[in-house]
């Protein structure tokens, strides 16, 4: 079983940064799949960018150049750089684990990220 806790979000000016974060417990970090995902009101739950156990990374267009995903195999956690926010990314981010042992997915309880001004 995975525990994951986001953290980071908030209210941002259009234009603005934002770095979310997620802890990550209960299996081997290095054998994990890592990734965050946001769906907006109404909209159906996206994928944002992804990090392998090899730090290759994939994002969705709407983030390329803008959001970067990192993570720290000491910590045991992954980060969302987000820069150039803009209102369409308004939504719950989610952080998401995939266990390399047996496939399963894990869900964090979601941060939310509001872009306002």
């Known amino acids: 079983q995975v525990q994951l806790v986001e953290s980071g979000g908030g209210l941002v000016q259009p234009g603005g940064s934002l770095r979310l974060s997620c802890a990550a417990s209960?299996?081997?970090?290095?054998?994990?799949?890592m990734g965050w995902y946001r769906q907006a009101p109404g909209k159906e739950r996206e994928l944002v960018a992804i990090?392998?156990?090899?730090?290759?990374?994939n994002y969705a267009d709407s983030a390329k150049g803008r959001f970067t995903i990192s993570r720290d195999n000491a910590k045991n956690t992954v980060a969302l750089q987000m820069n150039s926010l803009q209102p369409e990314d308004t939504a719950a981010y989610y952080c998401?684990?995939?266990?390399?042992?047996?496939?399963?997915?894990?869900w964090g309880q979601g941060t939310q990220v509001t872009v306002s001004s």
């Open positions: 209960g299996s081997r970090f290095a054998m994990l799949v």
């Open positions: 990090i392998g156990i090899g730090d290759t990374t």
């Open positions: 998401h684990a995939r266990s390399l042992y047996d496939n399963n997915h894990y």
